[in-house]
């Protein structure tokens, strides 16, 4: 008979209640978990199928003030880059999704947009904090997390692309 240790304990208790546990996290260097969600022109759009390009997945809500501040910021950062392969997918994580269209109303963005409305995707990607941005690489890793946003987290996006299209 072997010994576990206590996490351990925490991660087979999990599995084996059905649970949803902390190591299932989305964490840099891991493969994106896919998913297909139908964008707002009604079209379906697969994550693994994007594989080639840099995605920005961004998760938001209409009540979040952070996330109406950053939308302009991703739909720079979609215009600026989209001709060498980057994409901003922004994810809307509320149930009822009429208050997040009624938030899109008055921007003009053109990068695809979703709803999650069972939020099982904002489970599966362990979103705590709004807005959570998501940069999935080329070969389909995650590879930077950024919760929040703050004026200048701009500067800190462009960095990340940088690097990812030079690779």
């Known amino acids: 008979m072997f010994k576990l240790n206590q996490s351990l304990k925490s991660l087979v208790l999990a599995a084996t209640l059905g649970l ?5 996290a989305v964490t840099t260097g ?4 896919d ?6 022109q009604g079209e379906n759009q697969k994550l693994s199928e994007q594989r080639g390009n840099i995605i920005l997945i961004n998760f938001w809500a209409s009540w979040c003030g952070p996330c109406r501040k950053e939308m302009p910021v991703l739909q720079k950062l979609q ?24 938030f899109l109303a008055d921007l003009d963005l053109s990068f695809a947009i979703f709803f999650d409305e069972t939020n099982s995707l904002s489970e ?3 979103v705590k904090a709004m807005p959570t941005t ?17 004026d200048g987290y701009e500067k800190k996006y462009a960095a990340a692309i940088k690097k990812l299209i030079r690779e």
């Open 20 to 24: 949803t546990a902390q190591a299932n």
């Open 79 to 102: 215009d600026k880059y989209q001709d060498l392969g980057v994409a901003v997918w922004g994810i809307n994580v509320e149930q009822e999704n009429q208050a997040g269209k009624d």
């Open 30 to 33: 891991q493969v994106a978990p």
């Open 134 to 150: 998501v940069m999935v690489d080329r070969d389909g890793v995650v590879r930077y997390v950024f919760l929040g946003y703050q």
């Open 124 to 126: 599966t990607y362990d």
């Open 35 to 40: 998913f297909t969600l139908k964008n707002m």
